[in-house]
């Protein structure tokens, strides 16, 4: 069992920033990729970006390429996502999650989740 948890989110103007992080606990740390989804009111939840084991591949969705950066340390079992130049269509529950798929096997199947965090409110307003 890992237990995922997330911190950092808050209430921001556009165009501030945050970061956002994930401490997991329970297992080896390094065994699995780490990710960021979020689900805005009303909408399904959606990826935002992943990271590899190792840090050496990453993902991001188009919508927040450029702007957010996901980082690791396997050393703190922490995954950080940095957000800049925040929009309000940002608006969202953050979730932190981990997955023992690769992370093209974890952005093919979803359904490769193995764990989920609680979530952290990220509200931008314009």
């Known amino acids: 069992q890992v237990h995922v948890v997330e911190s950092g989110g808050g209430l921001v103007q556009a165009g501030a920033s945050l970061r956002l992080s994930c401490v997991a606990s329970g297992r080896t740390f390094s065994n699995y990729a780490m990710g960021w989804f979020r689900q805005a009111p009303g909408k399904e939840r959606e990826f935002v970006a992943v990271i590899s084991r190792g840090g050496g591949n990453i993902y991001y969705s188009d919508s927040v390429k450029g702007r957010f950066t996901i980082s690791r340390d396997n050393a703190k079992n922490t995954v950080y996502l940095q957000m800049n130049s925040l929009k309000p269509e940002d608006t969202a529950v953050y979730y932190c999650?981990?997955?023992?798929?690769?992370?093209?096997?974890?952005?093919?199947?979803?359904?490769?989740?193995?764990?989920w965090g609680q979530g952290t409110q990220v509200t931008v307003s314009s």
């Open positions: 999650a981990a997955s023992t798929a690769t992370t093209s096997t974890w952005l093919a199947l979803p359904s490769k989740t193995d764990y």
